[in-house]
């Protein structure tokens, strides 16, 4: 039984990952912006007892110390896919893991966790890429009790991408393919990454970067293809010139949760599968099994005409 406490664990990965956690009679702590947001939810995903919420302000350097004081270990699932004012991605992704990991090393809790995500290093002009590497070198060079896991995309049924993907190709008659739809993923189901971390904690794996794929590599061409054929639609996806598709994610940036940004656009040029030059959940033996057409087939139905029990 560990202390564990958790940054960002009202999100995707968060909210699949403290229901693990506390079944295993781990104390779980989940920080927190907005209790009146979020707590109903986070209240329901763990066991009673097991699971502790605070509101805090992730930037309050006193509010840290004293979380992390009290903590044998710490997971940051903070993250964010575009930047509004002073949630830039260089406080979010780089100053918040370096004050994070300074803390633990203060403490000298005994692991922190982190996740980053796959591809970064190749993604030289992404800030979001950049962002996310500058937050790993701090935390290695800051505390030696670290695990940092690169995932690739992670997909489930409460998801913010085959979710809005499929809301989108239900609804539009034709899509765009950006550089084709040639680049390359490999989608790891919630579970399968929530599998992870359990053994990465339980097997006490530190001062590791690991790069976490799914069993398939498909690219998003696929990915679609998977998409429409699991929800029976017809969405035509057209190759669409970079200069157009540049200007489009100008526009949506004015929107409070845009569709995609120009830095999300740079960030799909690059391969999101197995670098070959970091370690791999498959090397520590914990091979992801779930398959994509699979699993998105259990709640597709959702986007189908007529729904669940439609002929
Ligand atoms: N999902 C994926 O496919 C994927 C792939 C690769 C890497 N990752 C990385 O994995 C981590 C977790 O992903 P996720 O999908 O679970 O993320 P998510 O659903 O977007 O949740 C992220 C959490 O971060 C917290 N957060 C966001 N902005 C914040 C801010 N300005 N200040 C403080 N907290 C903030 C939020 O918690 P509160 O609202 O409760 O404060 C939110 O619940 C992220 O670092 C992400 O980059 C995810």
Redesign the pocket.
């Known amino acids: 039984m560990k202390k564990i406490l958790i ?8 909210r699949h990952l403290i229901g693990r956690l506390t079944k295993q009679n781990h104390l779980v702590t989940v920080v ?3 209790l009146h947001k ?1 707590g109903s939810i986070l209240k329901t995903q763990g066991n009673p007892g097991y699971l502790n919420i605070v509101e805090a302000n ?1 930037f309050d350097e006193n509010e840290i110390d004293n979380l992390i004081k009290n903590t044998d270990i710490c997971i940051n ?4 896919l575009f930047e509004k004012k002073k ?1 830039s991605f260089n406080n ?1 992704h780089t100053n918040f893991p370096n004050i994070i990991s300074q803390k633990c090393n203060k403490y000298n809790i005994e692991q922190f966790i982190h ?4 591809g970064i290093e190749r993604a030289i002009d992404s800030k979001y890429a950049m962002s996310k590497l500058g937050g790993e070198k701090k935390i290695i060079s800051n505390f030696s009790k670290f695990t940092i896991l690169r ?4 997909y489930s049924v409460d ?3 085959t979710t809005n993907l499929m809301s989108l190709l239900s609804l539009l008659p034709i899509f765009p393919l950006y550089y084709n739809g040639n680049t390359k993923f490999s989608p790891l189901h919630v579970s399968d990454f929530c599998e992870i971390i359990l053994k990465v904690i339980k097997n006490n794996i530190l001062a590791e970067v690991i790069e976490c794929v799914g069993p398939e590599e498909l690219s998003f061409k696929e990915i679609l293809k998977k998409l429409l054929k699991s929800i029976n639609k017809n969405t035509i996806l057209i190759p669409f010139p970079l200069k157009i598709a540049k200007i489009i994610a100008l526009l949506f940036e004015m929107f409070p949760k845009p569709l995609i940004t120009k830095d999300q656009l740079r960030l799909l040029k690059y391969d999101n599968i197995l670098s070959k030059e970091n370690k791999s959940n498959i090397d520590f033996g914990i091979k992801a099994k779930l398959k994509f057409e699979e699993e998105i087939l259990k709640y597709s139905y959702m986007w189908k005409n007529g729904g669940q029990y439609s002929r």
């Open positions: 940054f960002g664990g009202s999100g995707h990965i968060g927190t912006r907005n979020n992730i699932l903070v993250g964010i949630n979010i996740v980053s995500a796959l995932p690739s995309i992670i998801d913010n991408f």
